[in-house]
């Protein structure tokens, strides 16, 4: 990430792995949280991130997953949105 006076979205997407697994140094996190603080849109995306990553946690080897079936209502979900 190069130093910017402000992080864009992309540069911020580009980021977020590193930023919530702890691989950044400290001016490159602080860089992220004012973008957090300053852009509702990044906010919402860091928010439904972590939630993911905690709901993948809670899925085990032994949960049967049907991919397919999955892959079928991630599609369904897409056409309905604007």
Do not use: K
Request: negative net charge; proline residues 1%; charged residues 30%.
């Amino acid at each position: 990430m190069s130093a910017v006076d402000h992080l864009t979205c992309q540069e911020f997407v580009e980021v977020l792995t590193d930023y919530l697994e702890c691989a950044l140094d400290a001016d490159e996190r602080a860089e992220i949280e004012r973008h957090i603080v300053i852009c509702r849109g990044c906010t919402n995306y860091v928010e439904q991130t972590r939630a993911t990553i905690e709901l993948l946690g809670r899925v085990g080897a032994e949960d049967d997953v049907d991919g397919d079936g999955l892959l079928a209502t991630f599609r369904e979900w897409r056409a309905g949105r604007p």
